[in-house]
């Protein structure tokens, strides 16, 4: 006799998304239902924290309801909610809704940290992952890397020591006067430009360090499109005296510094880890051009690669759902004491 699936009902309100998501045995996305806030946000060209808050408690029941409603009688085994990192009035809105559902249906309550949810994403709607792996996870507000044992056993051995990646398309894509989000107009506008056609710093750190920092990339593509303050020259400065091409080649040469960057750091950890699996993970996960030179990477290591779909990429709660069953495998369940975080601790698991 098949033995019955485990139903995880996952809540995500870690940032600017409202997700719910319903996931059987930490694989199969029964429903996946996301209400994004970017066009709350766009005005002010990154999230408002207050507005964002106040966004997920209009959003949170209904975004439940609906993914409920695409798979009746899920009858869930537990409730997994993002409750670390991110803004913690987010954070709290998804976490009350979960504690709520868990404790009217007296089933188990387990608490996931998101960024770690990302390097389960690439498991979902596919087979396991082979372990051990090396994980990039990099979005708008996190670049980090970890050595991972297993899903639910992972130890961070690189982090962003200023600004994530994501955060540097942003900017750089205000900088451009491309629009908000800046990853996939960055990587759009980027496929028509040269990306040798500046060179941008790529900043490696130290020795052989997997740390990263993209403050430097930031302010070097001002200066490029501005000049250096207090500089005479007779060129003409500004973004509004920039052709539509050089526009492209400014967005490929950076999209370009930012990839040979993470990619730099990821073989850097494959030598040191001597994984099976390297991982991509989170929002820059979509871009194209990192999406290619990371499975370039992977063959030439002759280790496997593993990529989410894109819509699994950005925050979702198919991921809190997918890793939230092996917690729940695990026997690690919290209690409606759980807490939200703004930070997260450095490592988890053993």
């Avoid at 019955?4 to 998501?21: F, H, P």
């Avoid at 730099?264 to 990192?290: C, D, H, M, Q, Y």
Wanted: proline share 5%; aromatic share 6%; hydrophobic share 45%.
């Amino acid at each position: 006799m098949r033995p019955k699936q485990k139903i995880i009902l996952g809540i995500e309100s870690s940032c600017d998304e409202t997700a719910c998501a319903v996931v059987a045995d930490g694989q199969a996305v029964l429903s996946n239902v996301v209400a994004t806030q970017i066009d709350l946000h766009k005005r002010f060209g990154g999230v408002v924290p207050e507005l964002a808050s106040r966004a997920h408690i209009e959003a949170i029941n209904t975004v439940i309801d609906e993914a409920l409603a695409l798979c009746p009688n899920p009858q869930p085994d537990a409730v997994a909610v993002t409750h670390q990192p991110g803004l913690i009035g987010s954070l709290l809105v998804g976490l009350m809704a979960a504690k709520t559902l868990a404790w009217a249906w007296g089933v188990p309550l387990i608490g996931v940290n998101h960024v770690r949810a990302h390097a389960y994403a690439a498991a979902l709607e596919a087979g396991p992952v082979e372990y051990p792996a090396v994980a990039l996870i990099c979005s708008g507000g996190h670049t980090a890397l970890y050595h991972c044992t297993g899903p639910t056993e992972m130890e961070l051995i690189g982090n962003t020591i200023d600004d994530a990646a994501g955060e540097a398309f942003d900017k750089v894509a205000a900088i451009l006067n491309l629009g908000y989000p800046g990853g996939p107009v960055v990587d759009k506008v980027a496929k028509s430009g040269d990306p040798h056609a500046v060179k941008f710093p790529r900043s490696l750190l130290k020795g052989q360090s997997l740390d990263f920092s993209f403050s430097g990339i930031k302010t070097a593509v001002l200066y490029h499109v501005n000049g250096l303050p207090g500089q005479a020259s007779d060129a003409p400065r500004g973004i509004e005296n920039l052709s539509p091409q050089q526009i492209a080649d400014i967005a490929a040469s950076f999209q370009q510094a930012v990839v040979d960057t993470l990619t730099i750091k990821i073989r850097r950890a494959v030598e040191r880890f001597s994984p099976r699996t390297i991982i991509l993970g989170g929002g820059v996960a979509a871009n194209s051009a990192l999406r290619q030179a990371t499975e370039d990477l992977a063959g030439k290591t002759r280790i496997a690669f593993r990529k989410p779909e894109m819509r699994f990429c950005t925050d979702n709660a198919a991921m809190i759902a997918g890793l939230g069953y092996h917690y729940l495998q695990a026997g690690q369940v919290a209690d409606l004491g759980l807490t939200a975080t703004a930070t997260a601790r450095t490592k988890v698991g053993k």
